[in-house]
Each structure stands twice: as structure tokens, then as C-alpha cells.
């Protein structure tokens, strides 16, 4: 890349809510990356913590997006239609790349032209220890060309524009959660590879536990329903169902939180219907690459 002289854009996109300390430490580290050419836009979701006035005072350089209320992962489909890059790298708001990532994330691209979206290695922050978020690959030092995935890590990942302006965006009707895989699996279905590489790195500053998460267990397992009717096979999307049914009833009967696992199955189920109209199930040729 130095050798042709050429740096693409690129577009770092994040989304914020009410996270104004553990933002304002992700940008502080974003902006020592060396790549030369980059922008970086933030779709504020009505934070009231004061994070728009911080990025306004402190980070001048950032094109900040300020929406009336949380959208969700609408926020991040705001932000993907203001950005210019050739590619465009997808951070929450409390993540940060290693230095030298950028560039890494762009080489990738550049030699790998069937390449619609990448994952990366993602360490907890500060305490290094690395999140296995890969459905079957447990290697932290994996060959240079890395390994497929059906999905990417949504808190450290990076995508071609022009697959994303293909495929289209994230599902807004999923609010949050399930929107990587989502995505992902509309890119596989058109032909472009998801893969994870271990050699481009970035940290996370988030708790390890989110096993009482009721906001990541509620999305989480309502929209795997509606993901699976919107591109398996019937017979998967009932399996899928039905796997989303046992581990609810089991979790309740468990913790007698009848309200906190019950309430995303029937909404889910509830809620086919209406995901129905985006049905698109995916090739034959391409199912095996993303089920897990």
C-alpha cells in the first residue's frame, strides 16, 4: 500500500448512548492510530450525560451525528449514510483498536478482493484476557488469511462500503443485538466472504458477565427467532425456535424469572409475522457457512 502512495478513506463509525467516560477514553486512544486517512462519525442516540458536548470540546475532528432519542442500531445506518469512506470500521463506543489496526484492516481488504467484512481479535479491557466470540474457533494465533465466520463481533469489526450499499444495513426492526449476524449472513448470501483474523487486534472495555443482562437476553434471543425465520429453512427456523423455547423454559424454571426468559420467546414468536415480509432464505450453497 505505501509502495502505490495509496491511503483510502476510511470511516470509523460508533454509536453512543449515555456512555460518556468509557467514549471519551475509545476516542482518546482512537485518534493515536498512524493510518493518515481517516474520518470518524458518531451518531449520538439522545444522550443525556453530556457526550455531545464532550465530543464537541474535546474531539473537533469527529462528525457528530446528534439523533432526538435512542434508535438503536438505526444509529449505526445514520452514521454508515454520512460516511465517505471505501471502508468503513464499525466500533461501540467503548472499543478501540490497537495501534497500526487501521492499516492492518485496510491491507486486508485490499488482498483479499472477495472479502465483505472482517471480525478481529477482541480483548476485554484492562484485563487482556480475549474474548472467544467466534462460534467454533478458539485459536488466538491463526494463519494470516484467518479463518470464515457466519458473523463478525460488532464491537470490532469492519466492512467494504460498497457490500454494505449491496446488501444493505443493519435491521433496524432489531433495535439491538443478532444485527451482526444479520448482516453478515446477507453479505455470505451474496457471495462475499466474513472472515476473523487474529492478527488485527482491538480491546473492549466491558464486563465479562452478562448473564443477568435481562436488555441482551431480551433482544438477543427475540431477534435470533426472527433472524432464523427471516433466512433459514423452515425446518432450521423451527429448530432455532424450539432451541430459543427450551433454554427460556430452563432459564425460568431455574431462576424462577418467569417474566425476564418468557417475555423475548412470545415476543419473538409474536413478532414472525411481521419479519415474514423481509424473508430471503439464503442459497443453498452458502447455508452450511452460516449455521452454527
Not at 474474548?131 to 463478525?152: A, I, Q, Y
Request: proline share 5%; charged share 25%; aromatic share 14%.
Amino acid at each position: 500500500m505505501e509502495a502505490l502512495g495509496y491511503m483510502p478513506l476510511v470511516s470509523v463509525v460508533m454509536i453512543n448512548w449515555n456512555k460518556k467516560d468509557v467514549l471519551k477514553q475509545a476516542l482518546g486512544n482512537l485518534f493515536f492510530q498512524a493510518y493518515p486517512n481517516y474520518e470518524v462519525i458518531i451518531a449520538d442516540n439522545g444522550s443525556t450525560d453530556g457526550a455531545p458536548e464532550m465530543i464537541e470540546n474535546n474531539f473537533p475532528k469527529v462528525k457528530l451525528i446528534r439523533l432526538s432519542e435512542n434508535a438503536g442500531i438505526k444509529g449505526y445506518n445514520i452514521a454508515f449514510k454520512n460516511s465517505s469512506g471505501e471502508f468503513i470500521v464499525i466500533l461501540d463506543n467503548d472499543s478501540f483498536l490497537e495501534d497500526g489496526g487501521m492499516d492492518k484492516i485496510v491491507k486486508k481488504f485490499q488482498k483479499y478482493p472477495k472479502l465483505g467484512a472482517l471480525g478481529c481479535k477482541v480483548y476485554y479491557y484492562p484485563s487482556s484476557k480475549v474474548h472467544h466470540w467466534h462460534p467454533t474457533e478458539r485459536s488466538e494465533d491463526l494463519p494470516e488469511e484467518g479463518v470464515s465466520s457466519p458473523l463478525f463481533n460488532g464491537c470490532l469489526a469492519a466492512a467494504r462500503r460498497g457490500v454494505l450499499e449491496e446488501v444493505g444495513f443493519y435491521p433496524e426492526e432489531f433495535f439491538i443485538y443478532e444485527n451482526e449476524r444479520d448482516l453478515c449472513t446477507r453479505i455470505i448470501n451474496a457471495g462475499y466472504d466474513v472472515r476473523y483474523f487474529t492478527d488485527i487486534s482491538g480491546f473492549h472495555m466491558a464486563t465479562e458477565n452478562k448473564n443477568n443482562n435481562e436488555r441482551l437476553i431480551f433482544y438477543s434471543r427475540r431477534n435470533l427467532i426472527w433472524y432464523a425465520w427471516k433466512y433459514l429453512p423452515i425446518r432450521f427456523a423451527l429448530w432455532k425456535t424450539c432451541i430459543v423455547f427450551i433454554l427460556s423454559l430452563f432459564d425460568a424454571l431455574r431462576t424462577l424469572r418467569f417474566v425476564m426468559y418468557l417475555r423475548p420467546l412470545f415476543a419473538g414468536i409474536a413478532g414472525v409475522p411481521g419479519v415474514l415480509k423481509y424473508r430471503k432464505p439464503v442459497k443453498r450453497e452458502y447455508l452450511e457457512k452460516i449455521l452454527y
